[in-house]
């Protein structure tokens, strides 16, 4: 079979782009250091897993599965599963946070988490228009952000700071293209792949906005817009419920009991939060982790396909490659 056509870099580009580009530089900026240190991970690890025939094709879970088995697979689901419903309360605490202060934020934030929950359990799925529009809405809002119009408590992390910045880079993993003709064309179409969002990020991780009229409409308009984006996740979470839990029931009745897990999960993170008063950027160390283990294990599979058609593998290991 002919391979897929590899992602251009705006396929890239829209594979990564998400709430990540406004959480992770409200709560992290500057930190320019950090995010080269995280790209130059991130294209390694992009070679490492085009040699061994991407993603682009089968997706990341079947990568894994065809690799390192089903328990492997298994846990790279219930990873996402857990990656989803942590990061929730890191978007809906910077959705209260963008749109008021103290008690009301934490108010708010839980009301968005409430709504957000409800819609994915009664499967209200937002219009393709609206996730079109919603990606528009993210750069106009680190527009207003980059102005000093909206603003999240920020924390130094020192090198943890590579770790929430992985939440920036969620998508990527599924869209890791297949080896080219040569290593050189390999290497270079990875990195024109991944140019834009490492632009993107460097300029957005080295800014310090000034202080500004914060909130006002850009902070009611950036609640919504992360409301609808844990409409989708808190679905997306629920939809991998399934795979995670063998004794959970299939279809939409697992579904709908992995939303209300997930759900719950990420209201008991948001009341962690607000009792300690954890940050944005500390939340997003959860989700971070989250995507630095997937990271690791689809790495691992890379690795063990490496090793099962070296030269001194059999003939047995080497049929155990990657589909074609």
């Known amino acids: 079979m002919a391979r897929k056509r590899p992602p251009s870099s705006l396929g890239t580009m829209g594979a990564v782009l998400g709430g990540g580009t406004l959480l992770v530089p409200a709560a992290l900026a500057p930190a320019s250091g950090a995010v080269l240190a995280v790209a130059a991970l991130v294209y390694l690890w992009c070679l490492v897993l085009a040699r061994a025939g991407g993603t682009q094709a089968g997706g990341q879970v079947a990568f894994v599965h065809a690799r390192l088995g089903p328990a492997a697979a298994r846990a790279v689901q219930g990873l996402y599963f857990a990656g989803f419903a942590v990061g929730q309360a890191a ?38 228009w609206m996730l079109r529009l919603r990606l528009v809405m993210v750069l106009v809002l680190v527009g207003t952000w980059w102005l000093g119009w909206l603003s999240l408590e920020t924390v130094w992390l020192g090198p943890l700071a590579v770790v929430p910045l992985l939440f920036g880079w969620v998508g990527l993993e599924g869209v890791v293209a297949g080896p080219s003709s040569t290593a050189m064309r390999t290497a270079g179409r990875a990195a024109a792949a991944l140019a834009p969002p490492v632009v993107l990020y460097t300029l957005l991780l080295s800014h310090t906005p000034p202080a500004g009229a914060e909130r006002a409409g850009a902070g009611y308009a950036a609640a919504v817009v992360l409301g609808v984006y844990c409409v989708t996740n808190l679905s997306a979470a629920g939809a991998r419920w399934p795979a995670v839990s063998r004794t959970a029931a299939a279809g939409e009745a697992g579904t709908r009991c992995g939303i209300a897990i ?53 003939r047995r290991s080497r049929s155990c490659g990657a589909p074609r």
């Open 262 to 314: 997930a759900a719950v999960l990420a209201l008991v993170v948001l009341v962690l939060a607000g009792s300690f008063d954890w940050s944005v950027g500390l939340l997003l160390l959860g989700p971070g982790a989250a995507t630095a283990a997937i990271y690791t294990v689809l790495a691992v599979a890379a690795a063990r396909l490496a090793a099962s058609t070296g030269p001194g593998s059999s």
């Open 91 to 128: 978007v809906v605490a910077a959705a209260g946070e963008f749109s008021a202060d103290g008690a009301a934020a934490r108010v708010t934030a839980g009301a968005v988490l409430a709504v957000a929950a409800a819609l994915a359990l009664l499967q209200v799925k937002p219009p393709v």
